[in-house]
């Protein structure tokens, strides 16, 4: 059951839209606003009420969205949807920033308001379930390290602290993390999943992932970025309801894709890895990817640098890279090549392999950081608070160039 306020800007399509929550489930509770979307700020404490607010108007302006932001940053668990005629990509992204996940344009197919309603109760019902964390890794360029980390983290929890633990390579491009645990092919792949969403469920979802240890599970990248560029993120918000209760640790490799798809895991994460090495492009790329997530409203809080293959004499040291990303270095994590490259080689973790290396104590190391014994209160909320605006915003770069 949804508490769900709308705000319309016409009486017919607010009528409509009634007729929809009603069919979708009679037991929703639907209040009614008919005003312009640039009323929003004065009905703010309905929506902080509400579970999901629809904003329906055809004249909307950029503006509106500002009141939007705000509602929605200081109500978490508030979905927003935004019904409109048409959408540039501009457009969605300034929407996406300010909090909006769900779109669907006039007229209204029945089908797709159906499934984002149902999306957004299993958003809310699965936030009473298992106190579960996700924590993405992004870096922007390939070949820092990212993936390796990822796995060998997600390994760490899985066989060190006894997490629960789902590996999602939600990268897109050649997805490889899978062959970094196991020596044999994916049985369904990310793509697979989200190509048959209607169906997912715990027993589906069971065939997909392949279980590479009895407390780690993994969902392989798709191996064909033709093909992954169908996922949907509606898709991918199903798949992170459906696994979110399911698992303690969520851990997922995002690349260097930031996108509304991968946006959905950053909201959802209690921690961004931003893995850099120590390289002028890593320096001038780095700080444009931490513009540009700062610029979506991930606040530095959330952010964690961490510098893979550390070394002391490198002409780009830790002070410049601070200072040039206005963020202290989390975790640095040693060279060595020989462990890695045997890890990687044989598909097997490097906990496996050199378990006392410093590479591997590292990893244990950012484990600790990242999952605390006693972990503080979750701050995986999407929060907007610390969300700073640099005038000449970054935003049509969403994937991170190399
Ligand atoms: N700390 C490290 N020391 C040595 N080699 C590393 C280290 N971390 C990663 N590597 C190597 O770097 C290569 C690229 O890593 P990968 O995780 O695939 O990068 P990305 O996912 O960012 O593209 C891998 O073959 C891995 O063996
Ligand atoms: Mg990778």
Not at 220 to 238: L, Y
Not at 265 to 281: E, F, H, K, M, W
Not at 283 to 293: A, E
Not at 381 to 395: G, H, N, V
Request: net charge neutral.
């Amino acid at each position: 059951m949804l508490d769900i306020l709308l705000i319309s800007s016409d009486e017919e399509r607010a009528g409509r839209i009634a007729a929809l929550v009603t069919q979708e489930n009679a037991g929703h509770r639907l209040r009614t606003i008919r005003a312009g979307a640039s009323r929003l700020g004065e009905h703010r404490e309905s929506a902080q009420k509400a579970d999901l607010l629809i904003i329906d108007d055809v004249h909307l302006a950029q503006r509106d969205l500002a009141a939007v932001e705000a509602i929605a940053a200081s109500t978490p668990r508030l979905s927003c949807l935004l019904v409109t005629p048409s959408l540039s990509q501009d457009w969605l992204v300034a929407a996406m920033r300010a909090g909006v996940r769900h779109v669907l344009s006039w007229p209204i197919d029945d089908a797709s308001f159906a499934s984002e309603l149902a999306l957004i109760a299993q958003k809310k019902s699965a936030g009473t379930g298992r106190d579960s964390r996700m924590l993405s890794f992004v870096s922007p360029r390939g070949g820092s390290g990212t993936t390796f980390i990822a796995v060998n983290l997600a390994y760490a929890l899985a066989r060190e602290r006894g997490k629960r633990t789902l590996l999602i390579d939600l990268s897109r491009q050649f997805g490889d993390a899978h062959l970094m645990l196991a020596d044999k092919p994916p049985a369904s792949t990310l793509v697979d999943v989200c190509s048959q969403a209607e169906r997912l469920d715990g027993a589906f979802f069971e065939t997909c992932a392949m279980h590479v240890h009895p407390n780690l599970d993994v969902l392989a990248g798709s191996c064909d970025p033709v093909k992954a560029t169908d996922v949907r993120p509606a898709q991918v918000e199903r798949l992170f309801s459906l696994v979110m209760p399911r698992y303690d640790a969520v851990i997922v490799d995002l690349g260097r894709s930031v996108d509304p798809v991968s946006m959905l895991a950053l909201d959802r994460s209690s921690d961004i890895g931003v893995v850099l090495r120590q390289s002028i492009p890593h320096l001038h790329t780095g700080r444009r990817l931490v513009d540009i997530l700062r610029e979506l409203g991930y606040p530095g809080a959330k952010l964690r640098v961490l510098i893979n293959e550390y070394d002391k004499s490198a002409t780009v040291d830790i002070a410049t890279l601070e200072q040039a990303l206005g963020l202290r270095v989390a975790h640095r994590l040693a060279r060595d090549e020989k462990h890695a490259g045997e890890a990687v080689e044989q598909g097997t973790p490097l906990l496996e392999v050199a378990k006392a290396s410093p590479l591997a104590r590292g990893i244990d190391a950012l484990a600790d950081i990242l999952w605390p014994e006693q972990p503080e209160a979750s701050t995986s909320m999407f929060s907007r608070l610390f969300a700073s605006k640099p005038a000449a915003a970054p935003m049509r770069a969403l994937k991170a160039e190399s």
